[in-house]
């Protein structure tokens, strides 16, 4: 038998200290992932308290509550066509307790749109969507705009343009108007950026501004409080069956279906990610759930990871060559 010396003693003892120890780590980590959540979760929104997002939101994180039995809390981030808070949450720990709201903007246009972007929407996790919105061309109810083409030509023989609300430069319902407005010929329109629903709302009640095209607001016309001209979408909107579509007034290019998704920072450990995304599955084919958004004007949709990222990249491939051609770019 071979002796062995002192230094291989020692080399082979830290050898496996560094086994024990490494294993120790690796099962604690699967135990963790096992046991999530066992805390607060955070989801942070990027649009103010108020609105469709805000009920959806709140319906997902009651029912995820509910079944962790951990309380999963909103963080109203809004500004910057949600870049504000997906750089808040693309930065944070990827221990899946700081998840984000991810949208239309935020992960398949903003990448397009702007010039110095301080996240990658790429590199986040998809965890699953939650649902898609149509976007409706509204009018204030006494407008003198009755029909979709009398709002196109009174924009087309404005001096100064028609004015339009949206939730902020650069996001979905800017480009979609400013693709309206190229694709119709009109010379100009006038934006009006606001931080979200409540306020551009009111101000087209109240006649500050000519028309929006946007998905929450469609609570509002199914209230009588504002009137669609028309709808973004590829069929009749269920609740507005009267309400023709972009394609049925002439414009079939002028079409958006903006989405809800979650998402995590890059690095979220699969297990969680896909936890979550089993959940949100389950919630979404909940019939007491449909119910719950269709009264939003919400569609739930949903996936798997795979299928979550397929749809996010169409969208995104879709309007990248739109945005280019209409040169739009914001720093």
């Not at 989801?43 to 039995?69: C, N, Q, W």
């Amino acid at each position: 038998m071979e002796c062995i010396s002192k230094s291989q003693s020692s080399t082979i003892g830290q050898w496996l200290s560094r086994c024990f120890w490494a294993a120790l780590i690796s099962s604690s980590t699967v135990f963790a992932q096992s046991d999530y959540p066992n805390k607060p979760v955070r989801i942070v929104v990027p649009f103010s308290a108020g609105g469709m997002s805000d009920g959806l939101a709140r319906l997902y994180t009651k029912e995820l509550s509910d079944r962790f039995g951990q309380p999963f809390i909103l963080d109203f981030k809004p500004g910057a066509a949600t870049n504000i808070g997906a750089a808040s949450v693309a930065t944070a720990t990827p221990d899946g307790y700081t998840l984000f709201m991810s949208t239309m903007a935020s992960h398949a246009l903003n990448k397009w749109s702007y010039k110095n972007l301080n996240y990658d929407p790429d590199a986040m996790v998809n965890v699953g969507l939650l649902g898609v919105v149509p976007s409706f061309l509204v009018v204030r109810p006494d407008s003198p705009f009755k029909t979709f083409d009398d709002l196109v030509r009174a924009a087309k023989s404005s001096p100064q343009g028609l004015s339009y609300g949206t939730h902020g430069a650069g996001g979905p319902h800017h480009l979609i108007t400013e693709l309206l407005r190229s694709k119709a010929g009109i010379p100009q329109l006038l934006h009006i950026p606001y931080k979200g629903l409540p306020q551009s709302s009111v101000d087209l009640i109240g006649g500050r501004i000519d028309f929006m095209i946007d998905g929450a607001s469609i609570n509002l016309v199914d209230g009588g409080r504002l009137r669609a001209l028309a709808v973004s979408y590829p069929k009749r909107w269920p609740s507005q069956p009267n309400v023709p579509t972009m394609a049925e007034v002439g414009y079939p290019d002028v079409a958006m279906t903006t989405f809800f998704g979650i998402s995590a920072p890059a690095g979220t450990p699969i297990q969680i990610v896909e936890k979550l995304n089993q959940a949100l599955k389950s919630i979404g084919t909940s019939q007491e759930t449909e119910k719950k958004m269709l009264a939003m004007n919400v569609l739930p949709l949903p996936l798997n990871r795979q299928e979550t990222s397929e749809f996010i990249k169409e969208q995104s491939d879709k309007w990248r060559p739109v945005i280019k051609s209409l040169n739009i770019v914001f720093e």
